[in-house]
């Protein structure tokens, strides 16, 4: 599919599934925000990086990496809690349908370069994760699930701002674990989960080369982003395309 068609498959489904996102988000100089960065990790996001790695630059990747290096420095400026998921596997452990990727010791499971100096920050807190839904990989140990969100030391925390790759996979099923969680009252106080559409991004398998891959799921990226925020959507998230922080007084 060239970009024009792509674009078009785009205006159709947005026609037939449009999403009404939640407009601006305005962080409130109080804080009582979480950060929540999942799989912003080279493996993803780094060009060449590995077999789950973009094979060339991508726009909706790269602006991805800006809007989450400029939430991180206003988030450690504030000194509220960030929390990062790193995918990260052991090589005897498939994930399938999956090829291996992020392999322990690889470097394909650390931040993207342009994160690195997040590593140091005081107010983040990394779990790496050797499954799709980061809720589940940090329960999986019966830790407690606080744990997981950084949540144990920051009971304030009213609101959960995700952002990440893949829009429609880990953010996805992290967003709707989470939600699921709050629903049964088992992440008290948490209010909200909001995904930063801007800050999401997904991978791009066009159709016309995955049905020359054996085994492969096409994957259109316009597509797929599009449909992980509408399901996110359909499971409670708030979308917002716009992240901006309240003037303080
Ligand atoms: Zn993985």
């Given at each position: 599919m060239g970009s024009e068609a792509a674009t078009a498959a785009v205006d159709l489904l947005r026609s037939q599934v449009p999403l009404q996102t939640d407009g601006e988000l305005v962080l409130p100089s109080r804080g009582g925000v979480g950060l929540v960065l999942v799989d912003v990790v080279n493996g993803f996001c780094?060009?060449?990086?590995?077999?789950?790695?973009?094979?060339a630059p991508n726009k909706q990747i790269e602006k991805m990496v800006e809007e989450a290096c400029r939430l991180a420095k206003l988030f450690c400026e504030k000194n509220w809690p960030i929390f990062a998921f790193l995918d990260t596997h052991y090589e005897d452990k498939p994930e399938p349908p999956y090829p291996p990727h992020c392999i322990i010791g690889s470097g394909e499971e650390n931040f993207v370069p342009a994160l690195e100096w997040l590593e140091n920050e005081p107010n983040l807190t990394i779990k790496r994760k050797n499954c799709i839904d980061g809720y589940i990989s940090s329960i999986e140990k019966m830790d407690p699930i606080f744990l997981l969100i950084g949540l144990e030391n920051i009971r304030l925390k009213l609101l959960v701002l995700v952002l990440g790759i893949c829009t429609d996979i880990c953010v996805l099923d992290f967003a709707s674990s989470t939600l699921a969680a709050r629903n049964i009252g088992q992440v008290p106080p948490l209010q909200d989960v909001v995904i930063y559409s801007e800050g999401c991004a997904t991978y791009d398998l066009p159709v016309e080369f995955a049905m020359n891959m054996k085994g492969a799921l096409a994957h259109p990226q316009g597509l797929m982003h599009h449909m992980g925020l509408y399901i996110a959507k359909g499971r409670g998230a708030k979308v917002v395309d716009r992240v901006v922080l309240e003037p303080s007084e």
């Amino acid at each position: 599919m060239g970009s024009e068609a792509a674009t078009a498959a785009v205006d159709l489904l947005r026609s037939q599934v449009p999403l009404q996102t939640d407009g601006e988000l305005v962080l409130p100089s109080r804080g009582g925000v979480g950060l929540v960065l999942v799989d912003v990790v080279n493996g993803f996001c780094t060009v060449g990086a590995g077999n789950l790695a973009p094979v060339a630059p991508n726009k909706q990747i790269e602006k991805m990496v800006e809007e989450a290096c400029r939430l991180a420095k206003l988030f450690c400026e504030k000194n509220w809690p960030i929390f990062a998921f790193l995918d990260t596997h052991y090589e005897d452990k498939p994930e399938p349908p999956y090829p291996p990727h992020c392999i322990i010791g690889s470097g394909e499971e650390n931040f993207v370069p342009a994160l690195e100096w997040l590593e140091n920050e005081p107010n983040l807190t990394i779990k790496r994760k050797n499954c799709i839904d980061g809720y589940i990989s940090s329960i999986e140990k019966m830790d407690p699930i606080f744990l997981l969100i950084g949540l144990e030391n920051i009971r304030l925390k009213l609101l959960v701002l995700v952002l990440g790759i893949c829009t429609d996979i880990c953010v996805l099923d992290f967003a709707s674990s989470t939600l699921a969680a709050r629903n049964i009252g088992q992440v008290p106080p948490l209010q909200d989960v909001v995904i930063y559409s801007e800050g999401c991004a997904t991978y791009d398998l066009p159709v016309e080369f995955a049905m020359n891959m054996k085994g492969a799921l096409a994957h259109p990226q316009g597509l797929m982003h599009h449909m992980g925020l509408y399901i996110a959507k359909g499971r409670g998230a708030k979308v917002v395309d716009r992240v901006v922080l309240e003037p303080s007084e």
